[in-house]
């Protein structure tokens, strides 16, 4: 595989904010994707401060090949305390939009459904006017699960497809495109900000990619975010390739083309990157 090209190499931010951050976050047991998934953003995101929750645990019972999320069939019990811990971690760090997303938990009877549920009520009772996004599994494809959390009515949202229809077999084995395609219709339907995220190079084909797009439009998704995966450790998905700063554009002028309300597509974009900015625009 070629070099990692110089424009994707990214300066890691002030040590002061990211240890602040990190120990406010230990002090909490609290995990963030932005650590266990081994974002680039990390840095620059830590540094505003600003930081996307990880509910439910460290510990995912899916196998995904690009995550490098710890991955098993016991994960921790359910934290009782973890959403009053964010909701007081919110504030603290004074957020004004706060992302909550979570490991897939296929042991759970509704996948981890009510813990976003109380995390959502916890974040808003202790910070009035703070905007929440969710960037949610697909429960299974439980839809009573889903009702739970479209009933709280959070500003945003999310659902990632990942990656196109093709791969995956390879890069999500244990879900469905379909299914996760119609978590997004239905989010829609309810009348919710409706956001999705996929990466590129991973072995994709450019009309697959507009193919995506075009079936993201017909469904009213409101938001789509475009970025290269990088692999994270040597036991994910290796990248095929690195996509052009040209391609990305292209994509962008498409998706935009088409109807979908904001597109972010780039390198570093990443589906809860600069999330308050895509929300507020």
Do not use: W
């Amino acid at each position: 595989m070629a070099r990692l090209p110089i424009y994707l190499k990214k300066p890691l931010g002030r040590p002061s904010e990211l240890h602040r951050v990190k120990s406010l976050l230990r002090q909490r047991g609290l995990h963030t994707v932005c650590e266990e998934a081994r974002c680039p953003n990390i840095g620059e995101c830590f540094a505003r401060p600003t930081a996307t929750f990880m509910i439910l645990g460290g510990v995912c019972t899916r196998r995904c090949g690009f995550c490098s999320v710890e991955k098993g069939t016991a994960p921790q019990a359910v934290d009782s305390n973890e959403p009053e811990n964010i909701a007081i971690t919110v504030k603290e760090l004074a957020l004004r939009h706060v992302v909550i997303t979570s490991v897939t938990r296929d042991d759970l009877p509704d996948g981890g459904a009510q813990q976003f549920v109380r995390t959502i009520r916890a974040i808003r009772r202790h910070n009035p006017g703070v905007t929440v996004e969710v960037l949610t599994p697909d429960f299974g494809g439980n839809v009573d699960a889903l009702d739970m959390v479209f009933s709280e009515r959070p500003d945003v949202f999310n659902h990632n497809l990942e990656t196109v229809r093709r791969l995956y077999p390879v890069v999500r084995p244990e879900a469905d495109y379909e299914r996760s395609l119609g978590v997004l219709q239905e989010a829609r339907r309810q009348g919710l900000f409706t956001k999705s995220g996929i990466m590129v190079g991973l072995g994709e084909e450019v009309e697959e990619v507009r193919g995506l797009i075009r079936e993201v439009s017909a469904i009213g998704c409101t938001a789509l975010t475009i970025g290269q995966y990088l692999r994270p450790t040597r036991k994910n998905l290796e990248v095929r390739e690195f996509v052009s700063q040209e391609t990305f554009k292209e994509y962008e002028e498409y998706g935009m083309a088409r109807g979908i309300s904001f597109v972010y597509s780039g390198p570093f974009a990443r589906s809860s990157y600069n999330a308050e900015e895509v929300y507020r625009s």
